[in-house]
């Protein structure tokens, strides 16, 4: 099936309708599969061309304990555009940007960007909202856009999506400083699994709460994360986020006894 023209990219009323109501919006079929054909080799190449890179010190990597050995097995790239002139495509690519666009009834600018590969046995993530309470100046306008490379489901660990909390923070209260968040601030009757075919596009505000489960099947569950604010709120903050972000980690890890941390 053919991706959709420019004209019609942007999100029709009925779609913005259920975005501000719900807080996620999904699209199928925004891209060809000769598109989608190139982001899939392109995942593979970076995985190859890429092992040197690969490491618990490089700020870049992330890893994820398996949900049965506890060992620690890589997982993610954060950043990626600038490894991956693909990546980088997607990013700016016109559809994309006239669907957030759309939300935001402005110009938007990419804030970040990670490609995430969860390999089998990777445990998924708890629940938690994307823009962190305790950081000053996180931009509120903070959405993603969710491509998956490999067909999303329960049996991978699709994202899992809680509908119609993106108005506020979940917090307990006297606890800002909480990421993870606990199972009990959200209704499981409000879950929505974003089982997701390559091609399709899934877009969930920042306060949308969400989380995944382990991937409990033989193969990859890989899907590109793409994350923007409004021109209006802050402005293009790419190079200064991650600088940050980065600092964050560093002392993160320092925290926990290790040192040496680098960013390649």
Known sequence: ???????RAALSPTELDDYQQHGYVVR?????????????????RLLVDNRDLIDPGNLRCRFMEHVET??????????????????A????????VAMVES????????????????????????????IPRYWPGFPRSFLTVLLPIDE?????????????????????PGRPDLYMLPADVVDSRRRVPLLLRPGDAAVFHGLTP??????????????????????????DQRQRHYQEFQERMRTHHEQQGRSGMYFR
């Open 210 to 235: 969400h989380r995944s489960a382990p991937n409990r099947s033989p193969g990859l569950r890989r899907a590109l994360y793409l994350s923007y604010n409004a021109r209006s709120d802050g402005g």
């Open 89 to 96: 495509g997607f990013a700016s690519d016109p559809r994309i």
């Open 152 to 172: 999303a489901t329960a049996d991978n660990g699709c994202t899992e999506l809680y509908a119609g909390y993106h108005h506020d923070f979940l917090q307990p």
């Open 28 to 44: 199928r079929n925004l891209f060809a599969p000769v598109e989608v054909a190139n982001l899939q080799r392109e995942a593979v």
């Open 70 to 87: 506890g060992e620690p097995i890589f997982e993610v790239f954060d950043p990626v555009n600038d490894i991956s002139p693909v990546c």
């Open 103 to 130: 939300i935001y009834g402005e110009p938007a600018c990419l804030f970040k960007e990670k490609l995430i590969f969860k390999p089998p046995g990777a445990r998924g993530y708890d629940l938690h909202q994307d």
């Open 1 to 7: 099936m053919n991706s959709p023209p420019l004209d």
